[in-house]
């Protein structure tokens, strides 16, 4: 399949004038002495959105954002340049001023390129394109009705659609070349519900690797929609949530924030390279219990995290985090790899060409175990079900990791009790994972929503998980 | 690497006019224009070595069209002129789907900014790359000569950053602020038998002058990161909190998300309906200081171009002004604050204590230097975050203490405010000493 790299040449390089020997000679220039490896990435972005607030479409943007990251690295050291004109004079001067970090005025050369792409994870239609302006902006009113329909304590609506289209482009200077043509689509709809002087935020949301069918083709927006009302009501009953260390069973698809949070973060090559996580040095310990085996999966179809190749090039692939509660593998990329003398795993990841790739997650979760969903909440004399996160964070060098309950209920005598306000649960990765004794048949993804933060960049990324019950966590209620 | 020649003030002005001029001829009733154009270095080092350079040339603009009362609005990072007759056709694409909104348009030009105080926010360091590792390292050998149980580093970064903003809407207003920002940050890693721990410290300044001394920064990074050391366990219960000032500075951010426009009209506030009422203890003033010179976000003009002033959201706990743009406004009945884009140089202003005394006054309770994670609803209120800090005993802080959450309401938090100190930390947006706050339930 040479399709992805030929759109994305035709994309990247005819505005520009530019041919594939200028390529080759700007990544001959990029080999000096010195240098041990190094990479163009070209990049074009489109991204779309329109929103519904207050009963009326107020606002759409659309944003067209091209350039080239230029990326020189020796040893330890990288370089980094780049440019906002797809040009070959100013792709010259981000190529001299990446490649300055090794001190040396020789060029090297580079022959021809080989052309290295697998099969691609999704389709390469642009979801920006999928559908007409009036179609998109009818739906956003429909779902906004739709919505207020659905229960009188609905008080304030938001719907939004986000569309993009991403076609990237790497020439590294081993002579390969991959390209990847990225769609992403996102449907959110937000309410805010009132009763009895109460209010309440509700909030439903999905998407995916795909065109907009998938909203003018199913009732996903009407799933949504009833997510977010049926969460808000959720919340208006809430009552103060306990404060303590108990047990905590969560339920399956988003709450795998908890893998992201907990030992995600911790196994990314980075980190491991430099000492700096909690995880170092641990392959083949025991981290987590043996109930757990998690992966890291870019190849899953059309998923939000999925990459038909990384942006160093190398295809998206599934990686073994821990199996049966061991650590067998970390998530790598090319630099980080090759400085511990192992082989890029496909999770390097950038925000956009202005930005330096580094190892990230792209869809994580658990695998299921064999328990009825069920018998893990009976199993909890008192403790939280927690079904829903606003989001997390972590220290990988303490394994230190936290994240927010946005919809959550006591759990009383083996039974699901009364909703509990947002609270927020706190402990350490190895610690959390060594305590989950039940582990459910449930596996599910989440929707499609999650974005991930990592020294300033941002990416999309998927979680998921079946339920499962950890003995022993912290949570921060207020009822002391 | 240097801005392109043509990349100065007067030519980014004249391209203002430019895509103003087009979206005019393409049937805009009005439309506003922002030019940005920043260029910057980036040198990061790791345990002795240089270990990252990056230049960073952004540039693009973007555009907001009006059609009467829709709008459209489109950007991108091209500034040629065929991306802004492609940008403009985009946003007036757009303003075709959008429904007629009556509190869309620009603020009224009576508003608009007509002087210009001397910000001096301006001062271009020409470091060399060199100059800038060297500086990184001082910095990081200084964190690690702190305690030989420092054992780790994460690096050190010196960042300089240049960049020319440029607004212009169809009231015949554009201006050009330049301005600079660098700084120095360093975190390294000690560990002891329970494990390890991180922290830093960085410095920031408009001025490479204002900057603090490097070694004196990584000797801040390793003090915080020793001071991590050896925590211990508390028992859940309820007690009284005292946020550093850095911490702080994040906690008076919700109270001002809080009574912000957008926050307001979308009913996503615990404070609607606030103004002339209690939002904190009394004694306590939120006010800003938009042209206060060398300050991180000093401007003559907000968002929208209307002049910006001096003037107190919260006057002795009580709210006097909303933080609104022109379209927030509208939408509340209510006219601009010249805040579109937020507070410009806010600081909080009471009755300071020096820090001691704060910690005698609490008695027995906890210090939170560091704060993670989401767990603030600013619909209700609903405060519970992760922790970490020291624990205070009779006033003398005791032991470390980490991975506890603290809970409580920001309404009860705000108005139960004891006392604050006078140890101001002059590098962010908010300005504030640390702040005593009544009991809230810590979790451990």
């Known amino acids: 399949m040479t399709d992805a790299l030929e759109n994305a040449t035709r994309a990247l390089w005819d505005a520009g004038e530019i041919a594939e020997r200028d390529v080759t000679g700007l990544l001959g220039r990029l080999t000096s002495p010195g240098i041990d490896t190094g990479e163009l990435f070209f990049q074009l972005g489109e991204s779309e959105s329109w929103s519904l607030e207050d009963g009326i479409v107020k606002s759409g943007t659309y944003s067209v954002d091209r350039g080239v990251g230029v990326r020189a690295i020796s040893g330890e050291k990288t370089g980094f340049a780049y440019a906002e004109e797809v040009v070959l004079p100013a792709l010259a001067n981000a190529t001299d001023a990446a490649r300055a970090i090794a001190r040396s005025g020789q060029s090297g050369a580079v022959k021809a390129l080989s052309r290295n792409q697998p099969p691609a994870r999704y389709a390469d239609a642009s979801p920006i394109a999928s559908a007409d302006d009036d179609s998109k902006v009818t739906l956003l009113r429909e779902i906004d009705a739709f919505t207020r329909a659905l229960d009188p304590a609905v008080k304030e609506v938001t719907v939004r659609v986000s569309l993009n289209h991403d076609i990237n482009l790497v020439v590294a200077t081993d002579g390969t070349m991959s390209a990847d043509v990225r769609p992403l689509a996102r449907f959110d709809v937000m309410v805010i519900a009132e009763r009895k002087g109460r209010r309440e935020r509700g909030f439903g949301g999905g998407g995916g690797r795909f065109d907009t069918a998938w909203l003018f083709a199913t009732d996903a927006a009407q799933r949504y929609a009833r997510e977010a009302v049926r969460t808000a009501l959720v919340n208006l009953d809430g009552i103060d949530a306990p404060a303590g260390t108990m047990p905590v069973v969560l339920g399956p698809g988003w709450p795998g924030v908890l893998l992201h949070e907990a030992v995600g973060h911790g196994l990314e090559g980075d980190c491991n390279r430099k000492g700096t996580s909690a995880f170092a040095g641990r392959i083949g310990e025991r981290v987590a219990s043996e109930l757990c085996t998690v992966v890291d999966d870019a190849t899953l179809p059309d998923r939000r995290g999925s990459l038909t190749v990384d942006d160093e090039g190398t295809p998206g692939q599934r990686t073994t985090l821990i199996e049966d509660g061991v650590l067998v593998g970390y998530m790598q990329d090319k630099h980080n790899a090759r400085l511990m003398g192992a082989a890029s795993t496909g999770n390097a990841r950038r925000q956009s060409y202005a930005h330096l790739p580094i190892p990230r997650m792209t869809n994580t979760f658990m695998l299921p175990g064999t328990t009825d969903p069920d018998e893990i909440i009976a199993s909890v004399d008192k403790g939280v079900y927690a079904v829903s996160f606003g989001g997390g964070q972590v220290e990988p060098t303490s394994a230190k990791f936290t994240f927010s309950a946005t919809e959550a209920y006591l759990i009383e005598g083996g039974r699901i009790g009364p909703p509990i306000r947002g609270a927020t649960l706190i402990g350490s990765g190895p610690e959390v994972m060594a305590s989950i004794s039940m582990v459910g048949n449930d596996l599910e993804l989440d929707t499609g929503v999650g974005i991930c933060g990592k020294e300033g960049q941002v990416v999309p990324v998927g979680v998921g998980q079946p339920s499962l019950k950890i003995d022993e966590i912290t949570v921060g209620g207020t009822n002391a | ?444």
């Open chain 2, 1 to 444: 690497m240097p801005a392109a020649a043509d990349q100065t003030a007067p030519n980014l002005k004249s391209l203002v006019g430019q895509i103003l001029d087009e979206a005019h001829r393409c049937g805009a009733t009005a439309a506003e224009v922002a030019v940005g154009n920043t260029t910057g270095l980036s040198v990061g080092v790791r345990k002795g070595e240089l270990e990252t350079v990056e230049f960073n040339n952004d540039r693009g603009f973007g555009i907001t069209v009006y059609v009467g009362e829709r709008k459209g609005s489109a950007s991108t990072s091209d500034a040629s002129p065929d991306a802004v007759q492609t940008t403009v056709r985009q946003a007036l694409n757009i303003a075709k789907y959008t429904e007629a909104d009556p509190c869309n348009g620009l603020a009224d030009a009576d508003l608009m900014a007509h002087t210009f105080p001397n910000l001096d926010i301006d001062h271009p360091w020409t470091v060399d790359v060199e100059d800038a590792s060297r500086l990184a390292l001082d910095a990081e050998a200084a964190a690690l000569g702190v305690d030989k149980r420092i054992v780790n580093s994460e690096g050190a970064r010196l960042a300089t950053q240049r960049g020319c903003h440029v607004y212009g809407n169809s009231h015949g207003f554009v201006e050009a602020a330049w301005g600079t920002r660098h700084s120095l940050s360093c975190s390294v890693i000690a560990a002891d038998k329970d494990g390890m721990q991180s922290d830093y410290a960085f410095t920031i300044g408009r001025a490479a002058d204002d900057l603090e001394d490097a070694a004196a920064v990584g000797r801040e990074a390793g003090r915080r990161t020793i001071a991590r050391l050896g925590h211990r366990a508390v028992q859940t219960g309820q007690y009284p909190v005292l946020f550093d000032a850095p911490t702080a500075s994040g906690l008076f951010g919700h109270l001002l998300s809080a009574i912000s426009g957008a926050s307001l009209y979308r009913k996503e506030s615990y404070l609607l309906d606030s103004l002339g009422r209690q939002a904190t203890a009394p004694g306590i003033t939120l006010a800003e200081d938009p042209h206060r010179r060398k300050g991180f976000a000093s401007a003559a003009h907000d968002g929208d171009g209307v002049a910006t002033r001096a003037k107190a959201f919260v006057d002795d706990g009580v709210v006097k002004s909303y933080i609104l743009g022109s379209y927030s406004a509208r939408r509340l009945g209510l006219a601009t604050t010249g805040n579109a884009g937020g507070v410009f140089n806010l600081d909080v202003v009471t009755d300071a204590q020096p820090a001691t005394a704060l910690m005698q006054t609490m008695g027995t309770g906890l210090l939170v230097t560091s704060l993670m994670g989401q767990g603030v609803n600013l619909v209700t209120g609903d405060y519970s975050r992760a922790a970490a800090g020291m624990w205070i005993r009779n006033g003398e802080p005791v032991y470390p203490v980490d991975r506890i959450t603290i809970a409580s309401n920001l309404d009860a938090m705000f108005k139960g405010i004891v006392a604050c100190g006078d140890d101001i930390d002059n590098r962010h947006n908010i300005r504030t000493g640390s702040v005593l706050v009544g009991d809230m339930t810590i979790a451990a």
